[in-house]
């Protein structure tokens, strides 16, 4: 079994505009990393990435990116479950997964961007699979997080964890 997955949403603005707001770590901690970004996505950075539900700052590493199209990061794996909510309790593995962001305009609508985030590069195991739902959520909750926040100004993860 290959452990991927695929999440995506259509969001109003043009795709610079929607680069933008995932590369700049200002606007980044605005509306997904409720525990703030540092360093902006450029290729070979090693930014960090801090949240509320999993505190401590993440290291990501910036493999590509390619302005307006395309952001590819690797981070730690983890596995297994969060022991709390508020604590984390992710365990750490020994290797690391690839985040692929693709951005392009709808079909006939350069006022809008379909954005899709694409994980892969677990191990086989279930503690890599429960680990895999995490991440799955968590990204559809970014995508979710940049629709509202660029269309209508809402925070929609201010306090979800605190």
Known sequence: MDLKFRVFANIS??????????ADPTKLSCYFTT??????LEEGA?????????????????IEVV???RIVLQW????GEPTDLEGGGMEDVDYNTTVTMAF?????????????IFEEGWRETQGALNASYGNCMGWSQ???ALKVWLEH????REKMYK
């Open 13 to 22: 603005k043009p795709v610079h505009e929607v680069f933008e707001a995932v």
């Open 35 to 40: 525990g703030g970004a540092q360093g902006r």
């Open 46 to 62: 090693t930014v960090t990435w801090d949240f509320h539900d999993f505190p401590g700052a993440f290291p990501v590493h910036v």
């Open 67 to 69: 302005p307006g199209e």
């Open 76 to 79: 730690q794996a983890h596995k």
């Open 104 to 116: 392009r305009p709808v079909e006939n609508d350069s006022e809008r961007t379909l954005v899709e």
């Open 142 to 144: 970014m995508v979710s």
């Open 153 to 156: 100004g809402i925070i929609l």
